[in-house]
């Protein structure tokens, strides 16, 4: 067993670098598979947080009566905080309805026309924010002032947001599309790439078969070699992705800042799927292609 | 050359190896019992052929090209499985063996071949020592084994050297010490004088003759009628994928 693992990996060693050319033609589809399906996923990923901002975006906005007394709203606020749906509640009174309004006014450079008014005409509000916009109709259903007295009317956003998530699910699929397209046509080029390279050595394997070498022993030397070039493709994507990662996420900061997005998990998810592609496709690359010489 | 017999030990080849190995007539190391081969183009390779090789023979097996002689040789080392009769290999069914047994058939069989199938980018050390390390024989066995069969085929001195500096008689007796560094049963040469002059050629016929003097059985398919006539060994001629002939001592063509 020491004998057979030892073989096989002094073998693969041997293999590569004795077939250096084909090595590192292979390796270099690797590098480059890797890179474009590390690209894509990131882009998967700025796509899903882009999403997500807009998603968030939406919010269900109560308007509350004059005459609720601070411990209604409290009692209401509390009641909103525990459905499972909901991610916050913001109380905002009438005072501070006004100001957010002038304010408002004022960055748009207008005339502060609330100098005019004798009373506040706002109403106070309870902002709600959803944990998906796909439960707004059951949060609205619940503020409706049929069950809630103090709550005069709940603003009506619905038609928009079908719209909106009609939109982000079509964009949220097309995106898995993409990534499963470009899984799919990495798979091929780097199996075959990989094929080539076991092709241009039937004889060695032929030779192997007739001098009565075991199936195992023909076969593992280039699973491990397939295994040394997904690794090395995949160390060299990472090394790659790591030294152009900063000024890239510099030059789309701006863009990026605005996201929930983050990075740091997106690197760890990016880092495991190119290591796990590259050494998994070589594996499985070699083990089909040595696979056909061996079925008789 | 003087002809041991070989009950006369120690041969040159026990010396070697070490190993003791007198042949046993009796005991056939390849049998065909009415074998049929149709390849699925319908082709008709072999038909009813039996043939028996026992221990320590030397066979010649000679025929037209497409008579049937490479085909015998595919099913002996299980390249190909014969559609109607028996191919026994030192004992074994080859039929019924199963794929994991292949290999260990395999190792019984010696096999050289016209255009030797060396490993152009290893030496002819390494050439030989690859048949003992893809079978899995331990390292500290490989090198002796080597340096004996290397001694054997005299090519001691052209160990460090890649088959392309070798002329071709060198290269087919690389090819001849691969295929005994397992200590087979039988060697199956498959036209290994084709691409050799005859100078050269008689040379591989010396060694071949040798290594059968050792207790190896030695079935080789051949065109060279010279050779085959002047040897006097059996002769199994094929035509169409039928024996017309099954003789000892005897010719390339028939003699009557």
Redesign the interface.
């Known amino acids: 067993m020491v004998?057979?693992v030892a073989?096989s990996l002094r073998?693969a060693w041997q293999g590569f670098w004795?077939n250096a050319l084909m090595s590192l033609a292979a390796t270099l589809t690797m590098v480059l598979m890797l890179l474009l399906l590390a690209g894509f996923f990131v882009l998967q990923n700025v796509l899903l947080a882009s999403l997500g901002f807009v998603e968030q975006k939406v919010e269900v906005v109560a308007y509350l009566q004059h005459n609720a007394t601070q411990s209604q709203t409290d009692e209401l606020v509390g009641r909103l905080e525990a459905m499972p749906e909901v991610t916050s509640v913001e109380y905002v009174s009438r005072d501070e309805a006004l100001r957010r309004f002038k304010e408002a006014q004022a960055a748009q450079g207008r005339e502060d026309l609330t100098q005019y008014l004798e009373a506040n005409p706002l109403y106070a509000s309870v902002n709600v924010k959803l944990r998906s916009p796909a439960e707004l109709r059951t949060v609205t259903d619940a503020l409706q002032p049929q069950r809630e007295p103090i709550v005069r009317n709940v603003l009506n956003i619905q038609a928009l947001v079908e719209r909106v998530l009609t939109v982000t699910n079509f964009v949220r699929t097309a995106g898995v599309a993409m990534v499963a397209i470009v899984g799919v046509i990495v798979l091929f080029i780097i199996v075959n790439t990989i094929r080539l390279a076991v092709v241009a050595r039937a004889?060695?394997i032929?030779?192997?078969?007739?001098?009565?070498?075991?199936?195992a022993?023909?076969r593992w030397p280039f699973v491990f070699e397939g295994a040394l070039v997904g690794l090395l493709g995949a160390l060299i994507a990472l090394g790659l992705l790591a030294v152009s990662a900063d000024p890239l996420s510099k030059a789309m900061v701006g863009f990026f800042s605005v996201l929930p997005l983050q990075l740091g998990s997106v690197a760890r998810d990016t880092a495991v799927i190119v290591l796990a592609t590259g050494l998994g496709l070589g594996v499985l690359g070699s083990w089909l292609s040595v696979r056909t010489y061996l079925i008789? | 050359m003087t002809v041991a017999p070989p009950s006369t030990p120690p041969s040159l080849f026990d010396r070697l190896t070490g190993r003791r190995h007198v042949p046993r007539p009796e005991h056939p190391v390849v049998v065909l019992h009415d074998v049929t081969m149709r390849y699925p183009n319908g082709k008709e390779a072999l038909k009813d052929v039996d043939l028996v090789v026992p221990e320590g023979d030397f066979v010649f097996l000679v025929g037209p090209s497409g008579a049937g002689k490479s085909t015998i040789m595919k099913l002996l080392i299980r390249d190909e499985l014969a559609t109607r009769g028996v191919v026994i290999v030192d004992g074994d069914d080859v039929a019924r063996i199963g794929r994991r047994a292949v290999p260990r058939v395999r190792r019984k069989i010696g096999i050289v071949f016209q255009d030797f199938k060396l490993l152009p980018r290893k030496t002819v050390w390494e050439n030989v020592a690859f048949a003992l390390e893809v079978t899995g024989t331990p390292r500290h066995r490989i090198r002796p084994a080597v340096d004996r069969v290397l001694a054997l085929v005299g090519l001691t001195a052209q160990a460090p050297q890649y088959p392309a500096q070798l002329s071709g008689g060198e290269q087919q007796r690389t090819a001849i010490a691969r295929a005994l560094v397992h200590d087979p049963r039988i060697i199956i040469a498959d036209e290994p004088t084709g691409n050799l002059d005859p100078v050269i050629s008689w040379e591989i016929i010396q060694l071949l003759l040798r290594i059968n003097e050792l207790g190896v059985t030695i079935l080789m398919a051949t065109h060279d009628a010279e050779v085959v006539t002047a040897l006097r060994k059996r002769v199994v001629a094929l035509e169409d994928g039928r024996v017309i002939r099954d003789e000892t001592g005897a010719g390339y063509h028939r003699e009557d």
């Open positions: 004998t057979f073989f073998r004795r004889e060695e032929e030779i192997m078969r007739l001098v009565g070498a075991s199936d022993f023909i008789r």
